[in-house]
């Protein structure tokens, strides 16, 4: 195994790992080094990257096989690239009253991302381009934490429990209007486990969310009480990460294990331009 240059982040999750170029080194060793260091620490930042879409999606086939976006498919298109900010394909830029900005909002919630798929995200990957000068940030908290907290009978409680995720669920609570007919029509409910473990270390997270709709078997308000309490336990300011995003950034995120939202910007004031790929999960939860 490759040795890294690793400087924790925060007592529970992240770290910065320099030393790396991502468009030429992740081979042998160093990949499976890195691939280690998800697992241990749910979160990587590499800085003083350079890349453009080409670069970023072979970079995510060299972590596993992309994930297409869930939009574009709701749209009949075959995409792998999602676009966080403003900043539009010809460069021009949209306001805070614009449709996409307030859609985007959605990600303001807890959330891991693609969680109301059959077979959710593994890993994303954001590479940044262009930040805003106030706000930006997004938070993230370990759920395997999270789950370490708990006591042992809790932990025997909410270890069979299968959870409904629903991305119009989430999505509406930002508009009503938010998710268009073909596009909730390709993404049905699903089922999930509530508590999932890592295949190469073991440890359990809990698997919740802004997507996560109701605990199979229970009532409407029973649910809601127990995955807000577990959320608001988890996400308690002491548990959090702030990451501030810089141009030239990128950021793994293992989405099995972390939650994180976005703090919220001035798109009326300030340019934002990142974009995300995602590694599909190895399989559904339920077979885990």
């Known amino acids: 195994m490759a040795s890294l240059n690793i400087e924790p982040l925060h007592p529970e999750l992240g770290a910065r790992i320099a030393g790396l170029d991502l468009r030429k080194d992740l081979v042998g060793d160093v990949l499976e080094s890195v691939r280690e260091a998800i697992d241990t620490y749910s979160l990587l930042l590499f800085e003083n990257q350079s890349f453009d879409d ?65 077979t959710p995200a593994f890993l994303s990957i954001m590479c940044a381009y262009e930040t805003p000068a106030e706000g930006g940030e997004t938070l993230f908290v370990s759920t395997r934490r999270a789950y370490e907290r708990l006591p042992e009978p809790r932990k025997a409680e909410l270890d069979p429990l299968i959870v409904i995720h629903d991305y119009v669920y989430s999505r509406s609570k930002v508009a009503p209007d938010a998710v268009s007919p073909q596009l909730a029509a390709s993404l049905p ?39 807000d309490e577990l959320v608001d336990a988890a996400v308690a300011e002491t548990h959090v990460y702030t990451h501030r995003w810089q141009p030239g950034q990128v950021v793994f995120w293992d989405n099995r294990c972390l939650i994180h939202r976005g703090a919220g910007y001035d798109a009326d004031r300030f340019r934002r331009y990142m974009r995300q790929t995602r590694v599909r999960g190895s399989g559904p939860t339920l077979a885990e």
């Open 189 to 227: 409910p699903v089922r999930q486990k509530l508590v999932r473990r890592n295949p190469r270390n073991g440890k359990g997270s809990l698997f919740v969310g802004s997507h996560a709709r109701a605990i199979e078997g229970w009532s409407d308000a029973r649910s809601r009480a127990l995955l």
């Open 54 to 118: 080409a670069g970023q999606l072979e970079l995510t086939r060299t972590i596993g096989e992309p994930e297409p976006s869930h939009v574009a498919r709701g749209e009949g298109k075959l995409e792998y690239f999602g676009t966080i900010g403003n900043v539009q394909p010809d460069g021009s830029v949209v306001g805070n009253s614009h449709k996409k900005t307030i859609f985007l909002t959605g990600n303001n919630m807890w959330h891991s991302d693609a969680s109301f798929k059959e």
